[in-house]
């Protein structure tokens, strides 16, 4: 199952998981075909470690949600964005 996503982690100096990318392998190919549109949504204390959910969902033209990317992120610097 692993191989239909493309995922990347990073971790502390502890060895703690600090960030998480995950993305739909088909999903990004539907992006890269419809790519007008992407909605973005960063939210707070949506889990049990506190870490904060940026959520990237793309809306098709036939008003369908798909949801492109789930990013995990600990920090909220620039470099943790690029």
Not at 6 to 20: N, P, V
Not at 47 to 68: D, E, K
């Amino acid at each position: 199952m692993l191989e239909k996503y493309f995922h990347k982690a990073s971790y502390s100096d502890d060895s703690r998981l600090s960030s998480l990318f995950m993305a739909n392998k088909g999903a990004l190919k539907i992006f890269k075909d419809n790519y007008n549109v992407i909605i973005m949504d960063y939210t707070y204390s949506t889990n049990c470690f506190s870490i904060p959910l940026l959520n990237i969902v793309r809306v098709t033209g036939n008003n369908t949600t798909i949801h492109l990317v789930n990013v995990f992120l600990s920090y909220e610097k620039e470099a943790d964005f690029v």
